[in-house]
């Protein structure tokens, strides 16, 4: 399993590369880096072992190991397991995890058998590049499974940021992706295993209580590792197996393990110090897709406001083949100078008896009133659709405006059959 190199997301958001982010833009920006470099990766191999299979990797089944109960508080100090290079006893899985002077990796050395549901980890000797960790099975069936780190050439690291989240991800094995490191980098070697990866692995299996089974403590994880082991020579396609779940548990430790961590497979630097006294800055090969505004939707859901936007522009192209048909100026008789005026020049009506100085009441509000024109003299008035108006007692302002003219008239022609107030 492989995993990004984390130093990308430190180079997207460095001032010296000006990249600008989602939130400097509003959360409209967008971008998208697509980097060649190394990516880290972890191989995961397990086997299923029986007990004859696995006493010379155990040290409670050695004749050393029997007899009083072996001292768990100083282990593996307190016991007297052969210092390297002494390469330990042969097993029968030596070619399958490569064990022995032939490969140069001496076979681990176990506490114990653990019981069921528990796990032990292998953390003896010095210069190993592998840890191992065996488990025990709810049917007492035991699986030994070994854990290292590389370096490969065959991936890219792709980083997407948005105001919503960022995705870190590593694209591998793609034929098509012309930025994997190994394309366009010459001389490249594909599984450099880091050595110094185990010592960060024996820590990381001490925090998630991988060694506990020492003192059968039950640990929970354990448990959950434990259920994943096949009970048959097949694996459970709706399950992962416990190889790929401890390759995803020890993800976290490369991901951290790349941070301020070289783009390259080697150490270009003249120092043998594994760290730099001060920081420098190191280019990589990449691409950068960015969107500094948006004139579209950005999710497949979004599509749903074209329908309202087509409806919008409907109106708009609507209303300007009006007003170009019906073009020039309109007079709003409802607004409040022009309504008050009305009101002032109409006759009494019948229909609003005894509201004078309290307002209407009651069915008073449901009386329909039409705005009138008297012809002549070019006056408006309001009217009730019941009533008629009585000319006599009206009041007469006539307008010094020639009626072929007036503005209002024309409004009054156009609107007058259809404004009710």
């Known amino acids: 399993m492989a995993m990004p190199h984390a130093g990308v997301f430190a180079a997207t958001r460095d001032p010296v590369n000006?990249?600008?982010?989602?939130?400097?833009l509003n959360g409209l920006g967008e971008y998208d880096v697509h980097a060649s470099v190394p990516s880290p990766s972890t191989n995961v191999l397990?086997?299923?072992?029986?007990?004859?299979?696995?006493?010379?990797?155990?040290?409670?089944?050695?004749?050393?190991?029997?007899?009083?109960?072996?001292?768990l508080t100083g282990w593996p100090t307190s016991q007297a397991i052969p210092k390297w290079p002494n390469w330990l006893n042969r097993t029968t899985v030596d070619d399958l995890f490569e064990f022995g002077e032939k490969y140069g990796r001496r076979p681990p050395v176990f506490s114990k058998l653990p019981l069921p549901y528990n796990t032990v980890s292998n953390d003896t000797g010095m210069y190993i590049d592998t840890i191992y960790i065996l488990a025990t099975s709810a049917t007492g069936d035991y699986t030994m499974c070994s854990m290292r780190a590389s370096v490969?050439?065959?991936?890219?690291?792709?980083y997407h940021a948005s105001l919503s989240g960022g995705s870190l991800n590593t694209r591998c094995e793609d034929p098509q992706d012309s930025l994997a490191y190994g394309r366009l980098h010459a001389n490249v070697t594909d599984g450099i295993i880091a050595t110094d990866w185990a010592d960060v692995a024996t820590e990381w299996a001490l925090a998630l209580s991988l060694n506990a089974g020492i003192n059968d403590a039950m640990a929970s994880n354990a448990r959950l590792l434990s259920q994943l082991i096949p009970t048959q020579q097949a694996l459970d396609t709706s399950?992962?197996?416990?190889?790929?779940?401890?390759?995803?548990?020890?993800?976290?430790?490369?991901?951290?393990?790349?941070?301020?961590?070289?783009?390259?497979?080697?150490?270009?630097?003249?120092t043998t110090e594994a760290a730099l006294a001060e920081p420098q800055y190191q280019s990589f090969p990449a691409t950068l897709r960015k969107r500094e505004y948006a004139s579209g939707g950005t999710q497949?859901?979004?599509?749903?406001?074209?329908?309202?936007?087509?409806?919008?522009?409907?109106?708009?192209?609507?209303?300007?083949?009006?007003?170009?048909?019906?073009?020039g100026l309109v007079a709003d008789f409802i607004e409040p100078q022009n309504l008050f005026a009305l009101s002032l020049n109409s006759p009494p009506s019948d229909a609003l008896d005894g509201a004078c100085g309290g307002g209407p009441e009651g069915e008073q509000f449901a009386v329909n009133w039409h705005i009138k024109m008297d012809p002549e003299r070019e006056h408006f008035y309001i009217q009730n659709t019941q009533g008629v108006p009585n000319i006599g007692r009206r009041r007469r302002r006539p307008l010094e405006v020639e009626m072929e003219t007036s503005p209002v008239t024309?409004?009054?022609?156009?609107?007058?059959?259809?404004?009710?107030?």
């Open 18 to 24: 000006s990249i600008l982010q989602p939130q400097d």
């Open 46 to 71: 397990c086997a299923s072992m029986q007990r004859e299979e696995l006493k010379p990797m155990v040290f409670s089944e050695w004749p050393a190991g029997k007899g009083p109960a072996t001292n």
């Open 152 to 158: 490969t050439a065959g991936c890219s690291t792709q």
């Open 239 to 270: 399950l992962p197996s416990i190889a790929e779940a401890l390759a995803v548990l020890s993800g976290c430790t490369l991901l951290l393990s790349s941070i301020d961590s070289p783009f390259i497979q080697y150490w270009n630097y003249s």
């Open 300 to 327: 497949r859901w979004q599509g749903i406001f074209y329908i309202i936007l087509f409806l919008t522009f409907a109106t708009n192209v609507f209303c300007l083949i009006y007003f170009i048909v019906r073009h």
């Open 410 to 421: 024309k409004t009054y022609n156009k609107l007058s059959k259809r404004v009710l107030i």
